[in-house]
């Protein structure tokens, strides 16, 4: 019923987790796995109708690609027997996970619960969150 899968990576150790998870998943069912790692363009933003744009993160270089490619090709080793695809984005997360679900014709998204800016207070990470209302196919959350 599972066939292709896609986890969404951003270096984090809950990512990482739901790495793990989906293999296990994976080497269960003969599923095919996609390990996708977005790294974010800047976001330019209004704030306000006459005080101009904010923008959100650097701009991001070669070596940022290159480091979340040898990240996904690490992860994807540590199961034997596993085969993971790996791919690097650039883009805004949510929309690019939505995407490549799309495209690739999953039938299973697998997040962390959590990624790098984990406060506190909320339940879940805003990426989770969003791709758990706007993937076009189910969405598996892991939570350690
Ligand atoms: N840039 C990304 N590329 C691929 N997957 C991502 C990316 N960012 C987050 N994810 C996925 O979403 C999960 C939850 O991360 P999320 O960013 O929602 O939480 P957070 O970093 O704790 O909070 P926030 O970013 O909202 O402040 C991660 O474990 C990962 O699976
Ligand atoms: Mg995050």
Do not use: W
Not at 26 to 50: D, H, N, R, Y
Not at 76 to 105: F, H, N, S, Y
């Amino acid at each position: 019923m599972v066939k292709n899968i896609l986890v969404g990576v951003d270096g984090s150790k809950p990512s990482v987790d739901a790495c793990h998870f989906a293999m296990d998943l994976a080497s269960q069912t003969q599923a095919q796995l996609t390990f996708l790692f977005v790294i974010e363009t800047p976001q330019v933003i209004p704030v306000g109708p006459l005080s101009g744009y904010v923008t959100t993160s650097p701009a991001r270089s070669e070596d940022d690609v290159k480091k979340a490619e040898a990240l996904v090709q690490q992860i994807a080793k540590e199961r034997a027997g596993v085969k993971v695809i790996t791919r690097v984005e650039l883009g805004e997360p949510v929309d690019t996970i939505c995407e490549v679900a799309r495209t690739m014709a999953v039938d299973l998204v697998v997040v962390g619960a959590r990624g790098h800016n984990a406060a506190q207070r909320f339940l879940l990470g805003s990426v989770s969150d969003r791709v758990v209302h706007h993937a076009p196919c189910p969405v598996l959350v892991v939570r350690r």
